[in-house]
């Protein structure tokens, strides 16, 4: 299974360290990935537009200026410590509601 030339492979990168965000940002980008990173994975399924509608806390900017947009992601790399929401269970939850 390929991905067509004109279409750019796209990686969800979630981790709560800035730096290792930063650090997997930089190296897919130099090769030619579309890369987006969030903090957390709660905000990773508000991103993916998988997040259910008590979870979220109004008092956060949204990670996508619309909820409603169809997303993409090829990819999804997540640490698997992180407050609030393991990457482990991340990946289930989108695993379930997918």
Not at 27 to 48: C, H, I, P, R, W
Not at 66 to 86: A, K, W
């Amino acid at each position: 299974m390929g991905v067509a030339a004109d279409t750019q492979f796209h990686v969800l990168a979630v981790d709560d360290s800035i730096i290792d965000r930063k650090l997997i940002e930089r190296l897919l980008k130099n090769s030619s990935y579309q890369v987006t990173t969030v903090d957390s994975g709660s905000k990773a399924l508000e991103f993916l537009g998988l997040h259910e509608d008590n979870e979220i806390n109004s008092n956060q900017p949204s990670v996508s200026p619309n909820i409603n947009q169809e997303v993409e992601v090829n990819l999804i790399i997540t640490d698997y410590c992180m407050p609030g929401m393991t990457g482990y269970d991340l990946l289930k939850k989108v695993k379930d509601l997918n």
